[in-house]
């Protein structure tokens, strides 16, 4: 890698907004370490990157929820000199608490909290140290709200955006250059919910974003110090209501999409 070229850290680099993330990065002059658990994804995007940008990847083909794997990760990236970090690895369930597997909901928490907790903790004492860098934690819209069927999931990405703003305050009491953004897109067209089997068609078309559009918005927003960053005018005007309206008939609203969906029967799917 070179001595001149910033590096990024991306996880769950091996597709969607996690693989849009480390072409935008390689366009802007970043070298990067991509995380994810498919190596062979890596390895083949990490090709892709150098033979278009002339950028060096590493890639750690690692399991985030595996404590051995995300500490192997956590000392590669403690060991570099990170100016970015992006903590975009996660995944989606369907159905009922009670009723969807603990072990996937627990490998939903690790992922979500425990990783993104642990790896900005490995790069932020040397951003600090070097004064400069800057991390991005992909939340959700879905951290604002509650929805049946998806409770794990809102839960997790909630508590990324209180981790992330809590962080944000803390960098401006002691007038750290170091940037913190929780970005929280809405439905997103990558493998996300085709891993859990979900139909878009449950979903109007005018809902969906591409990861290019997300990507672009988070890093404008980083640009421009931004601590939450919710691309499309639509899901913005979704959180200011879910901030504004008070939460039983928020409730209400919530119940009444959910039986349309079919999200109370435990059939419905996460956003992304």
């Given at each position: 890698?070179?001595a001149?070229?910033?590096?990024?850290v991306?996880?769950?680099?091996?597709?969607?907004?996690?693989?849009v993330?480390?072409?935008?990065?390689?366009a802007?002059?970043?070298?990067?370490?991509?995380v994810?658990?498919?190596?062979?994804?890596?390895?083949?995007?990490?090709?892709?990157?150098?033979?278009?940008?002339?950028?060096?990847s590493?890639?750690?083909?690692?399991?985030?929820?595996?404590?051995?794997?995300?500490?192997?990760?956590?000392?590669r990236?403690s060991?570099?000199?990170?100016?970015?970090?992006?903590?975009?690895?996660?995944?989606?369930?369907?159905?009922?608490?009670?009723?969807?597997?603990?072990?996937?909901?627990?490998?939903m928490?690790?992922?979500?909290?425990?990783?993104?907790?642990?790896?900005?903790?490995?790069?932020l004492?040397?951003?600090?140290?070097?004064?400069?860098?800057?991390?991005?934690n992909?939340?959700?819209v879905?951290?604002?709200?509650?929805?049946?069927?998806?409770?794990?999931y809102?839960?997790?990405k909630?508590?990324?955006?209180?981790?992330?703003?809590?962080?944000?305050l803390?960098?401006?009491?002691?007038?750290s250059?170091?940037?913190?953004?929780?970005?929280?897109?809405?439905?997103?067209?990558?493998?996300?919910?085709?891993?859990i089997?979900w139909?878009?068609?449950?979903?109007?078309?005018?809902?969906?974003?591409?990861?290019?559009?997300?990507?672009?918005?988070?890093?404008?927003?980083?640009?421009?110090?931004?601590?939450?960053v919710?691309?499309?005018?639509q899901?913005?005007?979704?959180?200011?209501l879910?901030r504004?309206?008070?939460?039983?008939?928020?409730?209400?609203a919530?119940?009444?999409?959910?039986?349309?969906?079919?999200?109370?029967?435990?059939t419905?799917?996460?956003?992304?």
């Amino acid at each position: 890698m070179s001595a001149t070229r910033p590096l990024a850290v991306v996880t769950g680099a091996s597709s969607g907004i996690g693989a849009v993330f480390a072409r935008a990065l390689a366009a802007r002059g970043y070298d990067l370490m991509l995380v994810a658990r498919r190596k062979d994804r890596l390895e083949q995007l990490a090709r892709e990157l150098e033979s278009a940008h002339g950028v060096a990847s590493e890639v750690l083909a690692a399991d985030l929820a595996a404590p051995a794997e995300l500490a192997g990760v956590e000392r590669r990236i403690s060991e570099r000199s990170v100016d970015l970090l992006v903590n975009n690895a996660g995944f989606g369930s369907k159905g009922r608490f009670f009723e969807a597997p603990l072990d996937v909901q627990d490998q939903m928490h690790r992922v979500h909290v425990t990783a993104t907790l642990r790896l900005t903790h490995a790069a932020l004492a040397g951003m600090l140290a070097r004064r400069r860098g800057a991390i991005i934690n992909v939340s959700s819209v879905a951290g604002f709200t509650q929805n049946p069927g998806s409770v794990s999931y809102c839960a997790t990405k909630a508590w990324i955006n209180s981790f992330t703003e809590g962080l944000y305050l803390e960098l401006k009491t002691m007038g750290s250059p170091v940037r913190v953004q929780a970005l929280c897109p809405g439905y997103t067209y990558s493998e996300f919910h085709d891993v859990i089997g979900w139909d878009r068609g449950h979903v109007a078309k005018w809902l969906w974003m591409s990861a290019e559009s997300v990507v672009e918005a988070s890093l404008q927003g980083l640009e421009r110090g931004r601590l939450f960053v919710v691309p499309g005018w639509q899901y913005r005007m979704m959180v200011f209501l879910a901030r504004q309206i008070p939460r039983p008939i928020w409730h209400a609203a919530v119940l009444r999409a959910s039986r349309r969906l079919g999200r109370v029967e435990g059939t419905g799917a996460v956003s992304g």
